[in-house]
């Protein structure tokens, strides 16, 4: 630093410890040294130690390999040359600044640093979700491309055939797009408006009948049962989002269930909690697999061939979270899936 900046910093009303205590952003000053060992800590403001941690080693003299232990990271701070370094840590990545500071014969060493967890995670969700959406799409698309070759080529008997795959392609590509809005709206929205009044016996009549024909042409059951002490309430819920987390899960259902099993739809009361069952007798899902469940596109090994757009129960999870319950899946290979939901009355 010129000496007439020091001068000027020095004639200031405030010190520059209380203009770094300000700032969000974490600081560090260490003394430089020709030795590691003489690169110690002369200064820190609160913000640092509220990002590294409160079991981060902060104080006076002590040396840096205690403070920032990656060699990388130690190596850059002594010696530079760059003037930024991303530390990427278990659970937080941090953008690290350095600037090296001459005064008075004396050599310091400015660290300043910033907590950009978030914004990576972020920009990685965000590729995530290009490269999954590019993928999903490029199906589709491929098929229909054939499709339209083959209508080009092929001898008309085999035209409804084609015609059937561009169909199916294009509901598919529908699908997705639908899905994709309606999750992003849901994600956008601050909270879902409980403005209905449900008696759950009705309700339940409504979505028995909607699957009926679905049951009889997998000779599935769908069962339902209701906690007897609903049998007098009014339910006060979002009935339209309701409505499609609970048929987004017995469509799951139906779809993994073993031929003439039983999907079953249970509703329970347990302090002012509506619990709410979907099970199914299906193949299961693995404990590796049953973590990204709710993952947008994310598809099971036992789904592959299957149709769907990998977001449906990415759906069901926002919505039971807008409504400010909790969805958890508890499964096993050759066995039962079973999603359960725990829903606020009030």
């Given at each position: 630093?010129p000496?007439?900046?020091i001068?000027e910093?020095?004639s200031?009303?405030?010190?520059?410890?209380?203009?770094?205590?300000?700032?969000?952003?974490?600081?560090?000053?260490?003394?430089n040294?020709?030795?590691?060992?003489?690169?110690?800590?002369?200064?820190?403001?609160?913000?640092?130690?509220?990002i590294?941690?409160?079991?981060?080693?902060?104080?006076?003299?002590?040396?840096?390999?205690?403070?920032?232990?990656e060699?990388?990271c130690?190596k850059?701070?002594?010696?530079?040359?760059?003037a930024?370094?991303?530390?990427?840590?278990?659970?937080?990545?941090?953008?690290?600044r350095?600037?090296?500071i001459?005064?008075?014969?004396?050599s310091?060493?400015?660290?300043?640093?910033?907590?950009?967890?978030?914004?990576?995670?972020?920009?990685?969700?965000r590729?995530k979700?290009?490269?999954?959406?590019?993928?999903?799409?490029?199906?589709?698309?491929?098929?229909?491309?054939?499709?339209?070759?083959?209508?080009?080529?092929?001898?008309r008997?085999?035209?409804?055939q084609?015609?059937?795959?561009l169909?199916?392609?294009?509901?598919?590509?529908?699908?997705?797009?639908?899905d994709?809005?309606?999750?992003?709206?849901i994600?956008?929205?601050?909270?879902?408006?409980?403005?209905?009044?449900i008696?759950?016996?009705e309700?339940?009549?409504?979505?028995?009948?909607?699957?009926?024909?679905?049951?009889?042409?997998?000779?599935?059951?769908?069962?339902?049962?209701?906690?007897?002490e609903?049998?007098?309430?009014l339910?006060?819920?979002n009935?339209?989002?309701l409505?499609?987390?609970?048929?987004?899960?017995?469509?799951?259902?139906?779809?993994?269930?073993?031929?003439?099993?039983?999907?079953l739809?249970?509703?329970?009361?347990?302090?002012?909690?509506?619990?709410?069952?979907?099970?199914?007798?299906?193949?299961g899902?693995?404990?590796?697999?049953?973590?990204?469940?709710?993952?947008?596109?994310?598809?099971?090994?036992?789904?592959?061939?299957?149709?769907?757009?990998?977001?449906?129960?990415?759906?069901?999870?926002?919505?039971?979270?807008?409504?400010?319950?909790?969805?958890?899946?508890?499964?096993?290979?050759?066995?039962?899936?079973?999603?359960?939901?725990?829903?606020?009355?009030?």
């Open positions: 630093m000496e007439e900046s001068q910093a020095n200031l009303p405030i010190s520059l410890g209380k203009i770094f205590e300000e700032l969000r952003e974490g600081v560090v000053i260490f003394s040294g020709d030795e590691l060992s003489q690169v110690q800590i002369v200064f820190f403001n609160a913000a640092a130690l509220t590294l941690g409160e079991d981060s080693v902060l104080g006076s003299r002590i040396p840096l390999p205690q403070v920032f232990r060699p990388d130690m850059w701070i002594w010696l530079g040359p760059n930024e370094f991303n530390l990427d840590r278990k659970y937080v990545v941090l953008s690290l350095r600037k090296l001459e005064s008075e014969s004396k310091y060493i400015l660290i300043i640093f910033e907590d950009i967890t978030r914004r990576v995670r972020l920009e990685e969700t590729q979700f290009i490269s999954n959406m590019s993928h999903e799409l490029k199906t589709p698309i491929t098929s229909m491309s054939l499709a339209l070759g083959n209508l080009q080529e092929s001898p008997d085999l035209f409804d084609n015609i059937g795959i169909s199916r392609s294009i509901d598919r590509m529908k699908q997705l797009i639908e994709l809005a309606d999750l992003s709206s994600e956008t929205a601050a909270e879902l408006e409980k403005e209905d009044f008696n759950l016996y309700f339940t009549s409504d979505i028995f009948h909607d699957f009926k024909r679905k049951s009889s042409e997998r000779g599935i059951t769908l069962v339902v049962q209701i906690d007897s609903f049998e007098k309430m339910v006060r819920t009935k339209l989002r409505y499609q987390i609970i048929h987004n899960l017995i469509s799951n259902a139906f779809k993994y269930a073993n031929p003439q099993s039983k999907v739809l249970n509703f329970d009361l347990k302090a002012e909690q509506m619990i709410i069952q979907v099970k199914d007798e299906g193949p899902i693995a404990i590796m697999e049953q973590e990204k469940i709710f993952e947008r596109f994310y598809r099971t090994s036992s789904a592959r061939g299957l149709p769907g757009t990998g977001l449906g129960l990415s759906i069901v999870k926002q919505l039971v979270k807008k409504l400010g319950g909790t969805i958890y899946l508890k499964s096993e290979l050759g066995g039962s899936s079973v999603f359960t939901i725990s829903l606020p009355l009030t």
